[in-house]
């Protein structure tokens, strides 16, 4: 069993909520994923048993969305978003610098495990751009040295 | 960090500086909840649809749809459990407001909820927050446990015997979701792939339940108009866009950040009185109004009205008011490379047109930005985009046609210069 | 029932139908009227992805895709208009720009739906000047199908047949956008009884078996519609027919027999038409024990020689009779008029019983089994019992189905048999004990009915000619009787001849 029990009693209460049994795959998929980090195989198939569909079901739900991951991810996500208005305020200069600072490429993972780096679209805070998502906390208004002192800080 | 408030506000948002706002007995101490009582104590299910309609009040999700008509096509007589569905996904570059409404409001929008659970007749509401707005979410759940714990939730909401539950599921990452139709097939656990219409969510919605979906925005205007009345809304913006809307402005300006301002404000009044204009002394190139998804406006049409019926005439949609201003700078080919990107990265991939069209719009923006581009390919650009509109499943394939029929249509010299140069001719442009 | 105008033709429709299945159901698509598609498909559930069915409806502003629009009596449709063209150029342009240049090593040329609607509906030239997605080319799906990614136009009709037909749902779509590849779940495999027909369904050349592949042009096959004889259900098929030898079976379409489907097992049966193990020709058992060729006319004369020596001495009652399931109608109403004539009671079919399913597959591993039991060849408990106890002396056996561990169990027990005449038209333990053997020829190879488990009659025809000697049962057995002067054989059969059935 890869899924823990902790986890199974917090997707049961999602079920609860729904009134289609289904209704709770992506709550649960958040839980699993924050738990076990991405969603192996084994996972899947678990989490086609719990609902009732099939491994390739899940699968293709994981796919689907940015937020879940089919691949084993670093301890970290950091997301700098690449749109358009964080763009025209000098996101992507700021991505490329801070590519650069982690020794990685968009899309990889630092060799310590301790950060995955990606692009993102638009997270909402154009006002407040260039900016960052580090997991579930919003980094806004940055510049290159505070976006520095921030990812060093991660663990 | 929290947001800070709009730096213009309105009925929506004048107390959102006050923390205690977003808190239930902060918002009862400014009357919250008042207009739930009166809708639910005084008034008929019809008499609130009725109410909406005479209001006028459109959707503020981006497709401006009158929110009295939608709530009027939900099944008055049926065996079938019905559904709200409050669309949080906010995902529209350029837009942040909803993110607002739901962090310093939360109680305003579950106010609009419940009166719209009343009017429709709906036992629950989903709440439907895009999966990356962490803090956005909470806030409301912790509104949500307020109110459970003081009634105003569940099994005799405001001791009326209407009973009514709210509960958030998050979304995980992906544009289409904010699709009405691509939402509730993600709120059923599955990929966000938007249904063929007809049936529509009122027949066919949430679990195959008559649905009706509306936007954060939408909801937190209801209980203002409850409250005052359809007279005292339409005193406010124009007489076919009534009420005030939130303005997300970002890009090249002093003081990027939301407004809240009638609707039909001239968007030269909110770039440069407001938002304080372009710095740096330089001048505006263009204005995008609407969210990416809407056609961009040069630096001679900024006197148009914010509103649809008249946004239309110049080609262009209010959207969900995400005004972004372009300085001389800018390159409009990269800006091109960017919104084709995005609409490429997240067409959910069913219909042809929409699935090709987005990826080969892309491709030619990228080769004509690095210079390989020929007058050609303005031309199949052109030709691409119009292929897409109006035969999708969904209006994904003409929100990622229209930017980029508005970009050649007022900045085709771009496009033309690097193709005559060979590569871009704004060195100063933001990096792409 | 509603009336809809198409083209200016007024059609009479069944209420609830879309415009697509009315027109189906008419007979008209793509008959008639053309309404290009992809991702509809007569028995799958809609999808409406692909868009190239749109049509113009008067009084609606915007194209409608034709699959998903039901009827409403009084509407006019228009499928030839300037903006129907447009749509369908539009799209079939846009699937060209991401679809390999595959044809010349493509197994669908000829019989694809891309090739064929580009030159139909499409433009003469693409404009597309992009490098083209580069994805997996050779993906061994399963035991049956290879999968190009890179060929799929994702019309998804794979996936909504596994998980509707089958209902083993391997296949999903992953990703989204112009990323999306068909897939199946990481270590699964594309494997159910029914799997092939995603290949039927592809419209491109993205799913294809690996039995077919590489083998030959479709272009040179010549379609003979036939049935499979895999089973008792009779699906109908097509026989993929060049130089004289059948390449494949596919489906043909009966709405009553097998809608559109054939299962894997009856597909492949088409190898036993030209398999090794044909017998090729007359075989008679000589003095000295050994089974050596004959002229036809030689080991007929043999058998009859043999059976009327018996029948004379002992009685028709010593003589026992095994008919095939895999002869036609007409060749077990020789049979049985053989059978009146000799005076034979100990009559059976040997037929084997396996495994059936809800869709397709009939236990009854035969296709007519019951066209054997209509003339009287029945339950074949009473034969297996004489022959194990001793009562019979000579074996007159259609088949080897007779051996099948489920009856006789082995050729044993007939060693003792004073006369063994075999009708077949594969080789089998039976050469051991045999005296005689007539090679036969398969449904393939001759015309004829066989009747399937429902009671329907079904015609077949041949589509080879063996290379090799070989008659159908019903020839066989007219000679036999002629050879045995019974009254009425004259040595003629014809399958043809109304009333022979």
Same mark, same amino acid.
């Given at each position: 069993m890869v899924i823990s029990e902790d986890a199974r009693t917090a997707i049961d209460a999602e079920i609860r909520k729904y009134p289609q049994r289904r209704g709770a795959l992506l709550p649960a998929l958040h839980i699993v994923q924050k738990e076990l980090g991405h969603v192996a195989p084994e996972t899947a198939r678990e989490l086609a048993e719990i609902f009732e569909i099939k491994p390739v079901d899940v699968m293709e739900v994981v796919s689907f969305y940015n937020m879940f991951y089919a691949e084993p991810q670093g301890r970290h996500h950091v997301h700098v978003c690449t749109n358009l208005p964080c763009s025209l305020r000098g996101a992507r200069g700021l991505m490329r610098k801070i590519e650069a600072h982690l020794e990685i490429d968009a899309g990889e993972t630092t060799k310590d495990g301790r950060i995955t780096l990606g692009h993102e679209e638009c997270l909402g805070a154009c006002a407040y751009a260039p900016m960052m998502r580090i997991d579930e906390t919003y980094h806004e208004n940055l510049d290159l040295e505070e976006a520095k002192r921030i990812l060093d800080e991660l663990e | 960090m929290g947001l800070q408030a709009p730096y213009v506000t309105g009925y929506l948002t004048e107390h959102f500086a006050d923390d205690a706002y977003a808190t239930l007995d902060g918002y009862k101490a400014r009357g919250g909840y008042r207009a739930a009582e009166k809708a639910l104590r005084e008034m008929s299910p019809d008499d609130v649809v009725e109410l909406m309609k005479s209001s006028g009040l459109q959707g503020r999700g981006g497709a401006g749809f009158s929110a009295g008509m939608k709530w009027s096509f939900m099944p008055k007589d049926s065996d079938k459990p019905k559904y709200l569905v409050c669309n949080?996904?906010? $995902?529209?570059?350029? $837009?942040?407001?909803d993110r607002i409404l739901l962090e310093r409001g939360p109680h305003q929008v579950l106010d609009g909820i419940l009166i719209g659970a009343w009017a429709t007749g709906s036992e629950k509401t989903f709440v439907y927050v895009r999966g990356e707005y962490a803090e956005p979410a909470a806030c409301l759940q912790r509104a949500i446990d307020e109110c459970y714990a003081a009634g105003v939730l569940g099994e005799n909401v405001l001791g009326s015997g209407f009973a009514h539950d709210v509960i958030i599921t998050r979304g995980a990452g992906a544009y289409i979701c904010g699709e009405e139709t691509g939402l509730l097939e993600s709120l059923e656990g599955k990929k966000g792939q938007p249904r063929k219409k007809p049936p529509f969510p009122a027949q066919y919605g949430a679990f195959g339940m008559p649905s009706t979906v509306n936007n954060v925005e939408t909801f937190s205007h209801v209980p203002h108009i409850v409250e005052n009345g359809a007279d005292w809304f339409r005193g406010f913006g124009t007489e076919k866009s009534p009420g005030n809307v939130i303005f997300g402005v970002s890009g090249h300006v002093m003081r990027p950040g939301l407004y809240e301002l009638p609707m039909g404000t001239r968007l030269d009044e909110i770039v440069f009185e407001h938002a304080g204009g372009v710095p740096d002394g330089r001048k505006v190139k263009g204005v995008i109004p609407g969210g990416v998804s809407m056609p961009i406006l040069p630096a001679g049409q900024l006197d148009v009205r914010m509103a649809n019926e008249f946004l239309r005439e110049r080609k262009t949609m209010l959207g969900t008011g995400g005004v972004m201003v372009m300085d001389e700078t800018t390159c409009m080919v990269r800006t091109a490379c960017v919104i084709t990107y995005f609409f490429r990265d997240e067409s959910c991939g069913q219909c042809t047109q929409c699935r090709e069209g987005t990826g080969w719009l892309n491709k030619i923006c990228n080769r004509i930005e690095r210079g390989a581009g020929t007058l050609e390919d303005l031309d199949v650009l052109a030709d691409v985009a119009g292929k897409m509109e109006g035969q999708t499943i969904c209006a994904f394939a003409d929100a990622a046609a229209w930017p980029v029929q508005g970009l050649l249509r007022h900045f085709r010299g771009d496009f033309e210069e690097h193709v005559r140069l060979g590569k871009c001719p704004f060195p100063e442009s933001f990096e792409l | 029932m509603p009336n809809i105008t198409v083209d200016g033709q007024e059609l009479e429709v069944e209420k609830g139908r879309t415009i697509l299945q009315a027109l189906d159901d008419a007979g008209l698509l793509m008959n008639g009227v053309d309404v290009p598609h992809y991702c509809w498909h007569p028995k799958l559930p809609i999808d409406g992805s692909c868009r190239l069915c749109q049509v113009e409806v008067e009084g609606i502003p915007k194209l409608q895709i034709a699959c998903n629009t039901p009827v409403q009596d009084g509407m006019v449709v228009h499928t030839t208009t300037d903006r129907v063209r447009a749509a369908r150029e539009g799209v079939m342009e846009l699937l060209l720009v991401n679809h390999p240049l595959d044809c010349p090593i493509c197994d669908q040329a000829g019989e694809c739906k891309l090739q064929d609607y580009a030159f139909e509906y499409g433009i003469s030239a693409s404009r597309t000047r992009e490098p083209r997605r580069a994805l997996k080319k050779s993906v061994d799906l399963g035991p049956t199908i290879l999968f190009d990614q890179e060929r799929c136009i994702l019309c998804r009709r794979c996936v909504r047949f596994c998980r509707e037909i089958? +209902?083993? +749902?391997?296949l999903g779509v992953f990703n989204r956008g112009d990323h999306s590849v068909i897939e199946t779940f990481p270590g699964t495999e594309l494997d159910n009884p029914y799997s092939m027909n995603v290949a039927d369904i592809c419209p491109v050349g993205a799913l294809t078996t690996k039995d077919f592949r590489?083998?030959?042009?479709?272009?040179?096959l010549e379609d003979v519609p036939g049935v499979c004889t895999g089973c008792s259900n009779g699906c109908n098929v097509y026989l993929g027919v060049a130089n004289n030898k059948v390449y494949r079976y596919v489906p043909r379409r009966n709405d009553q027999v097998n809608d559109t489907w054939l299962c894997d097992a009856g597909r492949m049966s088409y190898k036993k038409i030209g398999a090794e193990d044909r017998l090729r020709g007359p075989l008679v058992r000589c003095d000295d024990g050994v089974l050596r060729e004959a002229t036809l006319e030689n080991a007929v004369a043999v058998a009859a020689e043999r059976l009327r020596r018996l029948v004379d001495a002992k009685g028709a009652g010593v003589v026992a009779v095994v008919a095939s399931a895999h002869a036609t109608d007409q060749d077990l109403a020789m049979l049985r008029r053989l059978v009146d004539a000799v005076g034979i009671d100990t009559v059976g079919v040997a037929v084997i019983v396996g495994e059936g399913d809800a869709l397709l597959i009939k236990p009854e591993k035969a296709a007519n089994a019951a066209g054997a039991r209509a003339r009287g060849f029945g339950d074949l408990g009473p034969v297996l019992e004489r022959l194990r106890g001793g009562g019979v002396e000579a074996l007159l056996c259609l088949g080897h189905d007779l051996l099948h561990e489920s009856l006789l169990g082995g050729a044993g027990p007939l060693e003792g048999l004073d006369s063994v005449v075999v009708l077949d038209t594969h080789r089998s333990e039976l050469e051991r004990v045999a005296d005689v053997v007539l090679p036969a020829r398969h449904a393939a190879e001759k015309h004829g009915t066989l009747t399937n488990h429902a009671g329907l009659s079904q015609h077949v025809q041949p589509a080879v000619e063996p290379a090799f000697q070989a008659w159908s049962e019903g020839e066989l057995l007219a000679r036999l009787g002629a050879a045995l002067e019974l009254d009425g054989f004259d040595g003629s059969f014809d399958p043809l001849a109304e009333g022979d059935a």
């Open positions: - | 949080a996904d906010e $995902s529209e570059p350029g $837009s942040f407001k | 089958p +209902g083993t +749902g391997e590489f083998k030959i042009r479709v272009w040179f």
